[in-house]
């Protein structure tokens, strides 16, 4: 399971403030919750199905889909397998209008770790539907090392302020142009757990 649970706060100096001086997209229009909530369910809900149906009318018509920061057909992608969840948390970011959900899926024969950053436009339909999804063949992160690799590219936050937490995804370049995930969650200014996810195009990970 390509799942590290740890609490590094030099992780959290080094990438705190980048997140916090570094708003990607504010958006310019009232996030409804309610409707960014129940996309997520919906999003849930066409992962535990494997089709794509209780998510189609919350789509934009140009809306996009990408696994590990490629361009996917979400009816051949990870989104189109059923999967048994057996752990699922959202956090919501009102101001990008974004939420960000974690999915874990512990089936032995196939298992996975996927991270989802979903991004709302102006009339609250889903604009991208952007994953990180990591199987065992997957890296189990050492941040220790990630740490001497900073800084990477291509980053997209989801920040929900009401949880304290912070979703990362990036492209690791010196990691085999690896698409990499990281989560973080500050409680009473402390780190409370950091979850990463690497994903080297299905191959080991190597620097
Ligand atoms: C927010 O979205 C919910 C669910 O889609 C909807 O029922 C509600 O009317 C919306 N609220 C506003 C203010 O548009
Ligand atoms: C909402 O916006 C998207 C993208 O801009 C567009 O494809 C869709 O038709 C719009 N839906 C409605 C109901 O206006
Ligand atoms: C989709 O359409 C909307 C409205 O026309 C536009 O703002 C947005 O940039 C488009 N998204 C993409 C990925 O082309
Ligand atoms: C990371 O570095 C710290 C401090 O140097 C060390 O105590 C810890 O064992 C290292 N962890 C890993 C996974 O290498």
């Known amino acids: 399971m390509a799942l590290h649970t740890t609490s590094l706060w030099v992780m959290m100096i080094a990438i705190i403030p980048i997140a916090l001086a570094g708003p990607t997209s504010h958006a310019a229009f009232e996030c409804n919750q309610t409707a960014a909530l129940s996309a997520a369910d919906a999003y849930v809900s066409a992962q535990t199905t494997g089709q794509l149906d209780p998510l189609q009318q919350l789509l934009s ?22 999967l048994k969840i057996d752990h699922r948390r959202t956090n919501l970011d009102t101001t990008a209008c974004a939420t960000y959900t974690e999915l874990i899926i512990t089936n032995a024969a196939s298992p996975y770790v996927i991270g989802t950053q979903i991004r709302h436009g102006t009339n609250m339909t889903i604009a991208s539907v952007d994953s990180i999804v990591s199987t065992t063949n997957s890296w189990i992160f050492n941040a220790n090392v ?22 990362i995804f990036c492209l690791w370049e010196h990691m085999m142009m690896a698409a990499d995930s990281h989560e973080f969650r500050l409680e009473g200014g402390k780190l409370r757990y950091v979850h990463t996810m690497t994903v080297c195009g299905g191959q080991p990970c190597a620097l």
């Open 146 to 167: 990630t740490l001497q690799h900073l800084p990477n590219t291509r980053r997209r936050y989801v920040v929900d302020e009401a949880m304290g937490s912070v979703s």
């Open 61 to 82: 018509s140009n809306w996009t889909y990408q696994e590990n920061n490629k361009a996917t057909d979400a009816k051949t992608g990870v989104l189109s397998k059923a």
